[in-house]
């Protein structure tokens, strides 16, 4: 009798430990949407390793064109620049959103579309959700570099 309530009392204390590691867990998987605890920045310039604004200055072609080069083989598979597609056009992303945001949204795509309001609206429009592409900061400055190029001049790089 001893023994069994012993190796019960055991059990218990196994599964408590279980659940207090998961609930003291902050990162944890799926804890919540957890768009209420969203910073002014993050809700206007979006979740990700950008921060503080970069002030990006004039386009510099040089970028625009490698950024043109990479999102031709990366992200015009799902983008187009003035229609829908599999995501939505990009044409005019620059004009609705910030770079700083941009940014964030290539580099992080999935926390993007599960925490940030605007991207948890784009997911319930698109029912996809955006894959990372491996791209590196330097590349999606330069991949903002030429969408900024596109909107500002209506000339598309890649052609
Ligand atoms: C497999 C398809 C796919 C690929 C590849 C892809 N995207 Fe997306 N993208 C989407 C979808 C779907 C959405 C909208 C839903 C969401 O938020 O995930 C989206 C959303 C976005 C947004 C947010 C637009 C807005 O209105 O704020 C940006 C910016 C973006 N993508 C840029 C890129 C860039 C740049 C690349 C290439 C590095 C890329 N995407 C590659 C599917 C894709």
Known sequence: ????????????????????????????????????????????HGIGPVTERLNLGEVDLE????????????????????????????????????????????????EMTNRHPVGQALLQDYLTIMPYQNVTKEQAVEIVDFLRYYADTGEDLRN
């Open 1 to 44: 009798m001893y023994r069994i309530v012993f190796l019960l009392l055991l059990v218990f204390l196994w599964t408590g430990c279980g659940n207090g590691d998961e609930t003291a867990d902050p990162n944890g998987a799926g804890a919540t949407d957890g768009s209420a605890d969203l910073t002014d920045f993050e809700l206007e």
């Open 63 to 110: 970028k625009a064109q490698r950024g043109a080069d990479f999102y031709d083989s990366r992200c015009a598979s799902c983008h187009r620049m003035e229609n829908r597609f599999v995501g939505p056009p990009l044409g005019n992303a620059t004009e609705n959103r910030s770079h700083e945001f941009l940014i964030n949204f290539i580099l992080n795509p999935e």
